[in-house]
């Protein structure tokens, strides 16, 4: 058994909507080979309190686009938020991120991720401006 560790960094843009999804699969699969890990698992870990991670459809972006509708919806930058020392995008993301995930677990299968015909990973950036985000990914495998 083996173990591989990095540190990835993204640059999110701002400006929400479908912009608000980054995909970093290739980036991640990158990892994977050069790690030589042939089976096993991939844990991603997004180390911030107002962006995730999603494992989502990679076809069609009207999937995403709906998604960005869906989630202003449901945290809107608009309410009466007590937590607002960042600005009206502040509460929001840290909603966002509640009801989304900080890590992805993903098996890795033949040296690379076995995600599904249609499936991509994305960080979800939930504030409005630019940002870098850090992934800490581990692999654990043979």
């Known amino acids: 058994m083996k173990t591989h560790a990095e540190t990835l960094i993204v640059r999110t843009?701002?400006?929400?909507?479908?912009?608000?999804?980054?995909?970093?699969?290739?980036?991640?699969?990158?990892?994977?080979?050069?790690?030589?890990?042939?089976?096993?698992?991939?844990?991603?870990?997004?180390?911030?309190?107002?962006?995730?991670?999603?494992?989502?459809?990679?076809?069609?972006?009207r999937v995403l686009s709906d998604l960005a509708r869906w989630f202003e919806k449901v945290a809107p930058r608009d309410a009466s938020y007590e937590h607002d020392d960042e600005g009206p995008d502040d509460m929001p993301s840290h909603l966002r991120s509640a009801i989304t995930k900080t890590s992805e677990t993903i098996p890795i299968r033949r040296g690379t991720l076995a995600l599904g015909t249609w499936q991509a990973l994305y960080v979800f950036e939930h504030r409005d401006a630019s940002h870098s985000r850090t992934l800490d990914i581990t692999l654990l495998g043979v």
């Open 13 to 61: 843009p701002g400006g929400g909507g479908r912009k608000s999804f980054v995909d970093v699969t290739e980036d991640v699969r990158a990892i994977v080979a050069r790690s030589g890990i042939m089976t096993g698992i991939a844990n991603i870990f997004i180390c911030h309190t107002s962006a995730s991670l999603v494992i989502q459809e990679n076809a069609d972006p």
